[in-house]
Structure formats: structure tokens, C-alpha cells
Nanobody, 124 residues
């Protein structure tokens, strides 16, 4: 059983930065890790993913060039560095893990395990 705990959310002005952390326990390293977000009244959407083995990354077009996903073997953690934040980035951000493959890694239903979410609010 994999357990995920996010941290690092908060409030920031447009143009600012935040770093989200996802601390994992259990057999995390056999899965793909992803970050998703869900704003008020919207569906959960893909933000970024990283394969634990090999480290291949993928990003939503809306965050490409501004966000960076990374992993740390020593702490069994996945991070999301968010720069040049915009008000449209306001959402609850979720860490996820699952046996997502190349064709499914952007879909929430490809992930079996989810954290509780952390709120990110960007003001203009």
C-alpha cells in the first residue's frame, strides 16, 4: 500500500514561486508519479508526471517551461517547483502514483494512489 502526503501549498502573488513536496511510503518506486490539480467547479487535470525508473517527465502545455517535476531517491519524495505562477494556477494540487504508461499518464484514472491535496492560491 502506498501512502502520499503533500505539503508546500500556500498563497502567493502572480509571478511568484512555490515548491510542492510529496512524501511517499510503501512500494512507491515501482510506479509513475504525477501531479494533478483541481480548481473550483472543474475536473481534475494533469499537471506533470515522472517515471521513477528512468526519470522521463511530461508536462501539461499550460505549465511547460514554468513548472518542474523532480524526484529524490534518498527521501522517497517527488517535488513540483512552480515558477511564474498565474491566477489560473489556483487549485488544489494532488500527488498521485500508479502504473501509468506512456499513453495513460495524463489520465487521473491511471493512478491508484492519491494524497489529500494541498491548496495553491495565486492572486493578481
Amino acid at each position: 500500500q502506498v501512502q502520499l502526503v503533500e505539503s508546500g501549498g500556500g498563497s502567493v502573488q502572480a509571478g511568484g514561486s512555490l515548491r510542492l513536496s510529496c512524501s511517499a511510503s510503501g512500494p512507491f518506486r515501482q510506479y509513475t508519479a504525477g501531479w494533478f490539480r483541481q480548481g473550483p467547479g472543474t475536473e481534475r487535470e494533469f499537471v506533470a508526471s515522472i517515471r521513477w525508473n528512468g526519470g522521463n517527465t511530461a508536462y501539461a502545455d499550460s505549465v511547460k517551461g514554468r513548472f518542474t517535476i523532480s524526484k529524490d531517491w534518498a527521501t522517497n519524495s517527488v517535488y513540483l517547483q512552480m515558477n511564474s505562477l498565474k491566477p489560473d494556477d489556483t487549485a488544489v494540487y494532488y500527488c498521485a502514483a500508479g502504473r501509468a504508461i506512456e499513453s495513460t499518464k495524463r489520465r487521473p484514472d491511471a493512478y491508484n494512489y492519491w494524497g489529500q491535496g494541498t491548496q495553491v492560491t495565486v492572486s493578481s
